[in-house]
């Protein structure tokens, strides 16, 4: 069976054709696994089945191509991998629900260039792992050694976000972000939303054995909720800014360091804290490589 670690470079590989073949058996011949064992392992991985992934990632690519460019709809077709335009078309409405025509004049109008291009970037950055953010390597050869974390006072501005809150026990933390991101990342763009930034989760109330978990997505400009989608805006101000470098089982250990750091600066914490996820762990296989930017408010 393939390890995850392989299975992350084979994301990796994905992601760098798109517009080429990336079918269950090209892909399989390409990694020298079976059809069969790459299918249950990548689904097992991911949430999905490569041929959902990949048509996903192709979508959110053409989304984001439509929001920032005046390209023809049949050159963002072809360009992204599909056929022809009646193809795309059919698969752009279903996923988006509407045309791609349509979903440019909203896009276009909700959100300045500027914003639009920085939605494009994090589409591109952040969409293919949005199932991976604390991915556990437990087949992985030894532990991987944690940088120590560099640790910062920071003024930040008000955010707005949208987010999915759920109450989990921690061995649940991978399972609900995926799940979570699963529903505020699609609205997004399904709305024309500018996204601003990296997926993150606050940590709105920790207990000995639950905790509540706030995982969303930043935008642009605030904009409604709808359902368990709720609007929110991260606080601006002071706050201890860490950057994490290493696996994600380790951020414990950033937390205690931002608390010392907190007492020997003589400051409190004044807020919940929340991680925000800024590599791409297919892109970086290498968990040493994974850079988790964690923020905690803080007053005098």
Known sequence: MPSRTDLLSLLRDVKVRLDGDVSLDALADRAGWSSFHLHRAFRRLVGQTPKAYTQRLRLDRAAARLAVSADRVLDVALGSGFASHEVFTRAFT????????????????????????????????????????????????????????????????????????RRVARSEIAATIAESLGKTFPYALQNGLAIAGRPFVRYSDVGPGLMTMESGTPLAAPAPGVGEIEAITLPGGPAAVAVHMGPYDKLQDTYAAMERWMQEQGVRAAGAPWESYITDPAEYPDPANWRTDVFWPISE
């Open 94 to 165: 279903r996923r988006f629900g509407r045309s791609p025509a349509r979903y440019r004049a909203v896009a276009q109008s909700a959100a300045t260039a500027e914003a639009r291009a920085r939605h494009a970037e994090i589409t591109e950055a952040a969409g293919p792992c949005l199932t991976l953010y604390h991915l556990s390597l437990d087949d992985s050869k030894g532990s991987p050694v944690m940088s120590t974390p560099t640790i910062e006072r920071r003024e930040l501005q008000p955010q707005p976000a949208l987010i999915v809150k």
